[in-house]
């Protein structure tokens, strides 16, 4: 892989250039869909591309192209330099300095290749099987599914920069339907790895059963302000908008609620917060970023004090600040651009049945939905649909449905009096480890 | 056409020796370029080529697919055994093939290859500069641009073929505006299934500065009550409210499972006896048109619900299979890399007798959602939400404050139930529609509306 890196380099140096990029990606990748106990799709693809990056004048340009012949890489390369010239000019502009040593990283799992289709379509079943078996009330699964990838990455530029990773990944989800007196409700749940060894099916299955019949009889409750506690599926999304705000390059375009706080209180002192893309248990981690910049762990919020901002090369240089690794790339087909890895939400926490305790009258939300079009990561403005339960006398009563919770973002993080115990990876808002969150105020909007 | 007659059939009998009923191949060629611009700069340029194929095999309820990147024979032959081992159990025969002909055609003027790259550029910089011009508070303006231009090509086992060459124009304004550290934002958006006649239509600037026009607008707005209002939705991004409340729950993937709220409803009566919901994707150039579905099959005009009774459901090919009818023309595909599932095209409730006008002036109290930013359903509940970045309060029957902050959430099924007023002012809108993963372009529309009774859920109790 690094050799074809290599060889699309040479195309592109030669284009009339002063600095070029390569970055290729080959990946395969199975999914696997069960209803009542049977096949209902398994899809394999293979797909792999590049794309070049080039420099001239200050002015960068981009092309890409899924054909690896020769002549293809000479088109490409001659693009991307065609495309430079129409970009505007930058002084900040170019590829990072090469970095010394890359560490390896432990995020491929050759087990992920030795377990059996049979054994993997086993996982849907499992799951599937779990719901159905954990109450009555569960009329069916309407989803089961297991899919996995593996990916290879690889860099090269004309710095010198020369390196590649190996991934895996892989998750089982699914969505229960409960049924009782006419009404339907769902849940859902999930559990991820690098290899199927690591997935718990059967509490994937349990978990999204649970939420399904909890919520049977759910209702719209009366609108009030009242303390909310966001469960960790709910508190990653929230994390994850919050971190699509913590980039350096939305708050030198204007376009964060964070512009202008460093060093400021922007939220309570029970919250941190950190972007961390060499932890060992983040799905997001990896070797080195979507420029070849190895990935760190940045503090973002700590004890409520905002510390800095996520950077790729272009946005740090504007700073003067060194890249913290997180220029992120979605495929071959797009440049790097800024974005979280792994978001972790971490402080002093307190076991959930004494966070749920401590709250006289509120709403415990396990499900937020329309949170791309209802949080606003400019203006702050917050406001999802929900569902839930009321939690009356510090335990969780009548099931509530088709409400809103409201805020300002960091209002909202501001009044966060306590975290639980219950940290868990969620593939929500991107790569989040949330626990859950009491919010001392919300708006809920209902009846 | 991308691959001859001779390697299609051989990929698809390839893929029956190994298992399955009925086969498919699906080939694409897609070329795009995309430019964005921001803080007056132009930032991306960026230009590309995606090829690949994919082959599924069917037996009886079971899919099997697999992609794989370029056209080379043997890898193709390669992706058809897979694919028919996956549902093993062969034997469906293989028909001549025979090219479908007919359907709508999506005529471009100015193909995007017919315009250098320096004059999109100038596109972008023309909405740049409609946006500034909207006002000193305009701090930050976000264009983007994207074309695309797709060949695909279809056949299957039952003889099937057909190809189509989709060109799509998309061009989009973001803009922040800025007040003594308040911040609110405006989004506008054109595209089509067309070229790039459609800045003669509406000019770049003009689309920069009505999203500008609506940031401004909402720096003077108040936090949005909540609560139980009547809810009056401008034209044309109101449709997206029936694509959530009500769309996804039409399509037959939910409903064969019974996990849509429609299910097994069809002649019943299911909204107000003024609500016709069309899905159409046979409408000549527009954004979420074809000539052809992914699979082949040509388009059309399919009344999902008429004057209040449920007519039916959108259907690709397996569904209809399974439900022993015939594909709706609604099979569709993100790219290659992805099997067809049943989507919405242009999916619109049809004019009613109202003016706009009328709907607002007889409301004495009510929330008017001018622009949506996007919604989301739970098909099996009916439960739906979605963002309004654009509102204002209606008081004594007219137009007042603008609300910021709000979103509406409601169950799909009452909605459609409490629209009690449809104005004459139909008018569409783009976007792109998520759903298992895949993003599709889809159009959705409406004419001013009212629903009674929806929750607004603001910050003010």
Redesign the interface.
């Known amino acids: 892989m690094l050799d074809i890196a290599k060889k699309a380099l040479a195309y592109a140096e030669a284009a009339d250039v002063e600095e070029a990029e390569v970055f290729v990606t080959r990946s395969r990748s199975t999914s696997i869909k069960v ?1 009542q106990k ?12 590049f ?1 070049i990056r080039v420099f001239r004048g200050g002015s ?8 690896f012949s020769e002549e ?1 890489m000479a088109a ?1 390369a001659a ?1 991307a330099a ?7 000019a ?1 002084e900040f502009a170019g590829l990072p300095e090469p970095p010394g040593e890359v560490s390896q990283m432990d995020i491929h799992s050759p087990r992920m290749a030795e377990v059996s289709v049979a054994d993997k379509i086993g996982i849907a079943r499992e799951v599937e099987a779990a719901a159905l078996g954990f109450d009555d009330n569960i ?2 699964v ?1 989803q089961a599914a297991y899919n996995e990838a593996e990916a290879t990455v690889a860099i090269a530029n004309s710095r010198g920069f020369a390196g590649s990773y190996r991934e895996t990944t892989c998750f089982a989800f699914t969505m229960a ?1 409960a049924l009782r007196d006419g ?4 849940g859902i749940s999930f559990t991820t790895g690098r290899e199927p060894g690591q997935l718990d099916a059967a509490a994937c299955g349990r978990e999204a059963a649970e939420r399904a019949v909890g919520l049977l009889g759910a209702k ?1 409750c009366e ?3 009242c303390p909310v506690v966001m469960d960790p599926f709910v508190a990653a999304g929230l994390a994850g908008v919050v971190g699509s705000a913590l980039t350096g390059e939305s708050v030198q ?3 964060s ?1 964070f512009a202008g706080l460093e060093g400021k209180a922007v939220a309570s002192g029970v919250f941190s917060l950190s972007d961390d893309g060499t932890h060992p248990d983040g799905l997001a981690s990896a070797p080195f970023d979507g420029e070849g910049v190895p990935t760190s762990m940045t503090m973002l919020i700590e004890n409520g004090i905002l510390q800095g901002y996520l950077y790729d090369t272009y946005s740090g240089r504007k700073d003067g600040r060194p890249s913290t690794g997180n220029g992120i790339r979605g495929s071959y ?3 790097p651009h800024v974005g979280a890895t792994n978001l972790r939400i971490t402080g002093d926490s307190l076991p959930l049945r004494e966070l749920i305790g401590s709250v006289d009258k509120g709403f415990h939300v396990s499900e937020v ?2 949170i ?3 949080a ?1 990561a ?8 929900a ?1 839930g339960h009321l939690i009356e006398g510090g335990k969780l009563t009548v099931p509530v ?8 973002m960091i209002s909202m993080l501001k009044s966060v009096e306590a975290i639980g115990d219950d940290h868990r990876w969620v593939p929500f808002g991107g790569v989040v480890q949330a626990p859950s969150m009491l919010i001392g105020e919300m ?5 | 056409m991308l691959l001859d007659e001779r390697l299609m059939q051989k990929v698809i009998s390839r893929a029956l020796e190994e298992g399955g009923d009925f086969a498919e191949i699906y080939a694409e060629k897609r070329s795009s370029t995309n ?1 964005s611009l ?2 007056g ?12 194929v994919s082959v599924r095999a069917v037996k009886g ?10 056209f080379e024979e043997q890898a193709l032959l390669e992706a058809a055994r ?1 694919a028919g081992q ?2 093993a159990a062969g034997g469906g025969g293989v028909s001549d093939l025979r090219l479908e002909q007919g359907g709508v055609v999506h005529p471009v003027r100015r193909q995007p290859s017919d315009m250098e ?2 004059g999109k ?1 100038v596109l972008l910089e023309q909405a740049d500069r409609g946006a500034r011009e909207a006002g000193s508070e305009v ?2 303006a ?1 264009i983007g641009y994207s074309d695309t231009v797709s060949e695909v090509l279809v056949a299957n086992s039952e003889g099937c073929m057909a190809t189509e060459t989709r060109t799509r124009v998309r061009l989009v304004a973001h803009v ?1 505006a ?1 007040r003594e550290g ?4 405006g989004y506008e958006s054109i595209g089509a299934h067309r070229g790039m006649e459609i800045f003669e239509e509406r000019e770049p600037k003009d689309v920069g500065g009505t999203a500008a026009g609506k940031a401004l607008t ?1 720096l003077d707005s108040q936090p ?1 009550p ?3 209002m009547s809810v009056v939705l401008h034209r044309g991004f109101g449709g997206v409210l029936f694509h959530e409340a009500c769309g996804h729950g039409l399509e037959a993937d ?1 409903v064969e ?3 849509s ?1 429609y299910a097994g409803r069809v002649g019943e009566t299911v909204a107000s006896e003024l609500v016709t919901l069309v899905d159409d994707g046979s409408i000549s150039g527009e954004w979420g048109s074809n000539t052809i579905d992914d699979e082949g099959v040509i388009t059309s005009r399919n009344v999902l619900i008429e004057a209040g009774v449920l007519k039916g459901y959108m259907y690709d090919r397996i569904r209809a299979r399974n439900a022993e009818t015939t594909s709706t023309g609604n099979g569709r595909r993100q790219s290659f ?1 992805h ?1 067809p599932i049943p989507r919405m095209t242009n999916t619109f409730i049809l004019a009613g007798d109202s003016t706009a006008e009328q709907v607002i002036g007889a409301t004495d109290r009510g929330f008017y959602a001018r622009t ?7 098909p ?2 009916g ?5 309004v ?1 654009e509102g204002y309060l209606i008081e004594g029957g007219s137009v007042g404050t603008p609300l ?4 509406l ?3 799909g099924p009452e909605a459609l139930m409490n629209v009690d007023m449809v104005a004459d002012d139909f008018e569409m809108n783009i976007g792109v529609c998520g759903k298992d993963g895949q993003g599709v372009p889809a159009g959705s529309g409406q004419p001013t509306l009212r629903i009674q009774g929806l ?7």
Do not use: W
């Open positions: 209803y049977e096949v209902d799709e398994l899809a394999s693809n293979t797909g792999s591309g794309g960068v340009g981009y092309a890409y192209s899924s054909d293809s490409t693009a065609e495309n430079a010239g129409v970009t505007a930058d009329s069916q309407e339907i009404q339907m409700q769902t719209q609108s009030m302000t375009k204007q376009r609620l087909r797009g440049m939905s329309g791309h079009s209802g606003n400019i203006s702050g403005d917050f406001s999802v649909g569902a449905r088709e409400v809103t919770i409201a805020g300002n708006t809920v909007s209902g009846r | 430019l921001e803080d700069k132009l930032e991306k340029c960026s230009s590309g080529l995606d090829t690949g309820r079971q899919t099997s697919f697999v992609s794989t990147d370029g897979l996956g549902v790259v320096a550029v701090a930050q976000m922040v800025t308040i911040m609110q934002t909402m949005a909540s609560g139980k939910a499972k019974g996990a709220v890399r099997p949506l930013s996007g919604g989301q359903v739970d099996a509940t439960d739906f939400v979605f963002g970045s910021r902050g709000a979103t959430i409601g169950n929750t607004v859920g603001g910050t003010e109790v």
